[in-house]
């Protein structure tokens, strides 16, 4: 008998090759990507979504008998009319714009071409999306009872798992670091000022963050309670872990959260790592914190992705303007 033919799944075509760039479109994507993330530092995940969209770019470009070397301004309008043909998000169409917009910046700079054909092009309109984010009474409230866990007498068997938590969350919410910052914190993060932790965020850049005096206390008490003698891949770490890296893992402390806001009465889904981060921004700029510090502090490279929150801000302007102003304190005369 004949060996039998692979049956194709039903109800699926096969698959299409995917397009690969080759010659000077595939050599001249490739610089602009090696100076990406050795220039501008680049994380991964960045490298990696702009290797998609170009290659997305350059395949439009080739159906149409182009190059992504030689495309001009109106094959770049024609590849964005495209793009929200295929209904893309608004957020996905931004970000393809400027993975395009930087790569013909960088061709244009290191003379590969005379132009720049995505000078015309206009960003796509994101909508604003306000960020979830925790009141400062239910913060205070899931604080106070992760706090009386450390006295119940209940609670002694797993005192140094209580101990851990209260780290956790002291910190998250007195920096507003990412959960991956904070999970992966190294033991070094402490070492130059106990007042402050040195983060190293995305794309490799570092910040230092000052700590709150709870935070600071919390981290003390934790100290005493971590393992000693451990491996060397776990010894690192702030909140080393028997896991693949060697630190406690996301989704770990993102259990502990959600457990912590049953017994606060707070909907478990509304709370998470990056609510607290959220909780953090949000109560700063109610504080009247400058929107440029809170840049800083979250470790955002770009001063539009912090203001996600100026709607903190403009709720202070309106409070400002009703107290203040003599026209909102008393009705106008009419004659």
């Given amino acids: 008998m004949s060996e039998e033919t692979p049956k194709r799944r039903r109800g699926r075509p096969p698959a299409k090759p995917a397009f690969v760039p080759s010659g000077r479109a595939a050599d001249v994507i490739d610089a602009f990507l090696e100076m990406m993330a050795a220039e501008r530092n680049a994380a991964r ?13 350059a395949a439009f470009l080739a159906k149409r008998g182009g190059s992504i070397d030689r495309a001009g301004p ?4 024609a590849y964005f009319a495209s793009v929200e043909g295929r209904g893309l998000k608004p957020a996905t169409a931004a970000r393809r714009l400027s993975a395009l917009r930087q790569f013909h910046r960088f061709s244009l700079d290191d003379g590969l071409r005379a132009d720049d054909p995505t000078s015309r092009i206009e960003a796509p309109r994101r909508g604003r999306r306000l960020p979830k984010y925790l009141t400062e009474d239910e913060v205070e ?10 006295t119940d007498p209940a609670g002694k068997a797993r005192e140094k798992r209580v101990v851990r938590f209260m780290a956790l969350l002291e910190i998250l919410y007195a920096t507003g670091l990412r959960v991956s910052e904070l999970v992966g914190l190294p033991l070094s993060a402490l070492a130059q000022d106990p007042r402050f932790v040195l983060v190293t965020g995305k794309g490799g850049r570092e910040r230092m963050v000052p700590l709150s005096d709870p935070a600071r206390a919390a981290i003390a008490r934790w100290l005493g309670f971590r393992p000693k003698g451990l491996l060397a891949k776990q010894a690192k770490f702030l909140f080393p872990a028997g896991t693949a890296t060697g630190h406690m893992t996301r989704q770990h402390f993102a259990q502990g959260l959600k457990a912590l806001a049953i017994e606060a009465g707070i909907e478990p889904t509304r709370v998470s790592p990056h609510v607290l981060r959220h909780a953090f921004a949000s ?7 400058d929107l440029r510090v809170v ?3 979250l470790g955002h490279a770009d001063i539009s992705t912090t203001e996600i929150y100026t709607h903190i801000l403009d709720e202070k302007l309106r409070s400002l303007v009703n107290r203040h102003h003599p026209m909102a304190k008393s009705p106008r005369r009419t004659s």
Avoid: P, S
């Fill in 283 to 289: 109560h700063l700029l109610a504080h009247g914190a």
């Fill in 74 to 77: 109106e094959e770049v309008e």
């Fill in 141 to 150: 409230a899931m604080l106070r009872i992760a706090a009386e866990a450390l």
């Fill in 45 to 57: 995940n960045t490298l990696t979504a702009y290797r998609t969209d170009l290659i997305d770019y």
């Fill in 295 to 297: 840049q800083t502090l």
